[in-house]
């Protein structure tokens, strides 16, 4: 689940069917509207400006941009095998996106990743700090 920013909707994915519903909450947690997206597993990031929702699709390995204010699906990107973990940068508008064994950064306006970094294996979390500056990826993986 995502909460935007602003309040508006709360967005829930729906790893039965691949989805995302968006309960608008000044309704009463009303059903807006369900937006398919890919299947599997799936990580919701939103931009500080509530424009974009990003939603990782494990079994197919994209991420799906959500337009927040036309309620729809933009694009589909692709990012890697089996995404996981997802931090937006507010500072830099990029989402960055653990993918098997790298991080891949996303501009959630464009088709195609901006950048990869490799020899990035077993992330479990990422994080951003809140002035956009730095980011931090957590690891079950150990280097001896």
């Known amino acids: 689940m995502q909460l935007q920013h602003d309040g508006r909707y709360l967005w829930v994915a729906a790893a039965r069917d691949g989805g995302v519903v968006a309960l ?4 009463g947690m009303t059903a807006t ?5 890919g299947r599997g597993s799936h990580r919701l990031a939103l931009t500080a400006d509530d424009r974009f929702l990003l939603v990782t699709n494990q079994d197919e390995g ?3 941009v959500i337009d927040v204010a036309g309620l729809s699906k933009a694009r589909e990107i692709q990012v890697g095998k089996t995404p996981g973990p997802i931090a937006i940068s507010a500072l830099a508008g990029t989402a960055y996106v653990a993918v098997d064994g790298a991080i891949v950064a996303i501009d ?3 088709d195609v990743p901006v950048a990869r970094i490799e020899g ?4 479990t979390a990422l994080g951003i700090t809140l002035d956009g500056r730095w980011g931090f990826a957590a690891s079950h993986c150990r280097t001896e």
């Open 108 to 110: 959630p306006e464009r």
């Open 62 to 64: 994209t991420v799906s």
């Open 24 to 27: 608008d909450i000044a309704r």
């Open 33 to 37: 509207v369900r937006i398919a997206t």
């Open 120 to 123: 990035v294996p077993g992330i």
